[in-house]
């Protein structure tokens, strides 16, 4: 079952990310507003393959095997491609820096939800 919390943070985070390339690119160009999507698309992967791998590693059912395949896609490949983008492609590093930090201040703006909506409960449960 997916968390709704987490749910709306993955759209925020889109939502963030889309905005954000429009203005850049506004203002900066093309160049701009493609590494501000680049970098917060690198940014919500990288996120997601961290929550699989604490899932695989410290879930209800923890599986070593599951653990160390997020591990090689999350450390190994996504830092490939991040600098295959950088490199080959020549995306902006501001722009791509300005979109990984836009998807940060979003995740901690969830988690930061997510924390209040948690010490909100009752210790009788209602």
Known sequence: ??????????SWGALLIAASAGLAGLLGG???????????AWNLASLWCLTRLLGAWLGPHPSRRRAIIWLLIKFPALYLTA????????????GFG?????????????????????????????
């Open 1 to 10: 079952m997916t968390d709704p919390v987490l749910a709306r943070g993955w």
């Open 30 to 40: 093309a160049s701009l507003g493609f590494g501000v999507v680049a970098g917060g």
């Open 98 to 126: 300005l979109g990984f930090t836009v998807v940060l201040l979003g995740a901690l703006a969830t988690l930061l939800t997510r924390t209040q909506t948690m010490t909100r409960t009752r210790s009788y449960g209602r």
């Open 83 to 94: 600098f295959g983008l950088l490199w080959r492609l020549r995306v902006s590093v501001l």
